[in-house]
């Protein structure tokens, strides 16, 4: 399908995604080529987003809706519970709102796609008799294990050291996403993604951020029981496929990107010579941690560029950055796709989130995985196991990751004969990722049908 430049839009999706950066960026992305396709998109921010971020969106419409708590966001809620409670409640009225006030307008809304964190946007949009598609954010293989748990196939606490789910490898308990691994925690965020199922099937679309070829055993079987469309990656055009216009980057951002600092100095460093080391947005560690992160890359004797927020920058041992200053930056951000496309990038040492891991496989770079909660140590299992494309670092009897694993698995993956069969397979599936979002890929045919579907609904 050519790219439609005219007014004259097959539909309107308002687009609604969980109110994190990991989690709107993805839906953004989708919704960018979406427009490109001939369908109209807005996207639904937070009032406290809205207000906090200049947001770029480009050729996606952008306008609000309330959770609740538009002064300060997720940070004014008593919990993680209250917060959720909250944002349901609220937000279903502001959404319903929303959809009445285009009602008024040029464009009604025919579609509400809603992050898969939010089941009761589906119920919103059935009231009004709207097309409802669901976007998971998260793996193929960690949505089949939180849909087992949901339908009872998979009893906790899990007792046994290993667990068979059909469509996956044999896992061990340690790569059962946190919630499943250490079963107890983070009560509110565990009901929160087994509430993700709650009326999936009710949905006329189910998106999944990943593409076929990554995932094809656990896609295919899990769409014998609940049919699902890899759209993925939801990287901007530029990286992929070129065929968006303009579309270089996320174009919204919760924190200050300042990319002339990191990016003169990666320009400056050998091919494959680099160390990036970033942990996500939320991922937090305590001083020794710290500590041995700091000493681990130092012994690594590699070039390393090491993202630490600005509150955390005290926790790292002055002594040893000042003894490594000419083969080591910190920076409090980065602005992530132009580092890990930078050819000084040999190895990422990372949390382990799916947005990073699906960067890092869209780029061929090879990672070090650390893997804090949630989704993370699925992804490392991965990451490790299946796609063969890294490490996962080994945790001590203390709960630390020492600077001598670290060290290790670092040289591992840069100077190591088994880094260059990782580095190779890294390039397989960059060339696989951009294959699926390419015209007649299998992620570019789900997207082409479902805009087909949209235009003919909105035309009968």
Known sequence: ????????YGGHILALPYPSQGHINPMLQFCKRLVSKGLKTTLAITNFISSSTRPNSGIVGIDTISDGFDKGGYADADSVAAYLERFEQIGSKSLADLIKKYERSEFPITCIMYDAFMPWALDVAKKYGLIGACFFTQACAVNYIYYYIHHGKLTLPISSTNVKISGLPELELRDMPSFIYV????????????????????????????????????????????PLSTIGPTLPSFYMDNRVENDIEYGLNLFHVDSSTCINWLNSKPEGSVVYAAFGSMSTFDDKQMEEIAAGLKASSSYFLWVVKTSEQSKIPKKIIDENSEKGLVINWSPQLQVLSNKAIGCFFSHGGWNSTVEALSFGVP???????????????????????GVRVKVNENGIVGREEIEECVRTVLQGEEGKEMKKNALKWKDLAKEAVQEGGTSDKNVEEFVSKCIKQFVD
């Not at 079963?183 to 076929?212: C, I, R």
């Open 1 to 8: 399908m050519e790219v439609i430049k005219t007014k004259k």
């Open 183 to 226: 079963h107890g925690t983070y009560p509110a965020y565990f009901e929160m993604v087994l509430n993700q199922f709650t009326n999936v099937d009710k949905a006329d679309y189910v998106f999944v951020n990943s593409f076929y070829k990554l995932e094809a055993e656990v896609a295919d079987t899990m769409s014998k029981i609940s």
């Open 367 to 389: 990672m070090v995985v650390m893997p804090q909660w949630t989704d993370q140590t699925t992804n490392a299992k991965f990451v490790q196991d299946v796609w063969s494309v």
